[in-house]
């Protein structure tokens, strides 16, 4: 059955599927979609009709087309158990769901490419004022996950033990976010030991912006901060 994802090379719900198609070692052709240019090639109406909210990624999986990146992984880890992206334990299962929805629905939502846009275009503020947005609502959340993450038995290498899971494929997308405005890490020592740690596997590395078909320029990112 054909596999595609439909994906922008900085979207951080794309990378998150890019990387948990990598882990599982699933084949699957890439489609860039560029929702910047134009107006956004998401907007179209072939696009649409794959996903009416208009935002990627979607999945197409051979008839079915499945949106909405947390949606799209909890689909492959169905379809394909090994490796495992969640831990057998239910209590477990439900921490580390709670931990990758701290990230994919509390802080990267209101950095969203169409809240920034709105910002700029609509609500007139300035791109550092944006920026300082973004860095705002970044803070409270990785403040947040580094209480968590610093002092949970659970954590390992990796957010969750020694192999990674949900969590680590949550967090990679949002500290490549976070780097982007230039934000100091060094009050999260704990999600920057993981993210370091995710980042020297294949499967985090190619599903980096740098690594898109579609990336525009060389590596984006600031140098990260230990």
């Not at 979609?33 to 208009?54: D, F, H, L």
């Not at 090994?82 to 769901?97: C, E, F, K, M, T």
Request: hydrophobic share 40%; aromatic share 8%; proline share 7%.
């Amino acid at each position: 059955m054909k596999t595609q994802l439909y994906s922008f090379w900085r979207s951080s719900a794309a990378f998150r599927v890019r990387i948990a198609l990598n882990l599982k070692g699933m084949d699957c052709e890439v489609i860039p979609v560029n929702i910047v240019k134009s107006g956004g090639a998401q907007t179209a109406g072939e696009y649409a009709n794959k996903n009416p909210n208009r935002l990627v990624p979607v999945l197409s999986h051979g008839e079915h087309h499945i949106h909405q990146s947390l949606a799209i992984i909890e689909y492959l880890e169905e379809i394909q158990e090994n490796p495992p992206l969640l831990p057998h334990s239910p209590i477990d299962r439900a921490w580390v769901r709670a931990v990758a929805m701290d990230i994919a629905i509390e802080i990267h939502p209101l950095n969203n490419l169409r809240v920034l846009r709105y910002l700029m275009k609509t609500l007139g503020v300035s791109a550092e004022t944006k920026d300082f947005w973004s860095q705002h609502w970044m803070a409270l959340g990785l403040e947040s996950l580094e209480k968590q993450l610093s002092t949970d038995t659970r954590v390992g290498f990796f957010a969750y033990g020694d192999q990674p899971g949900l969590i680590d494929i949550c967090l990679v997308p949002q500290i490549f976010n976070a780097l982007s405005v230039k934000m100091d890490m060094k009050a999260y020592p704990t999600l920057m030991k993981i993210f370091h740690q995710c980042m020297t596997l294949p499967a985090f590395i190619d599903a980096s912006w740098e690594n898109q078909m579609d990336a525009e320029g060389s590596n984006p990112l600031t140098p990260p901060q230990k």
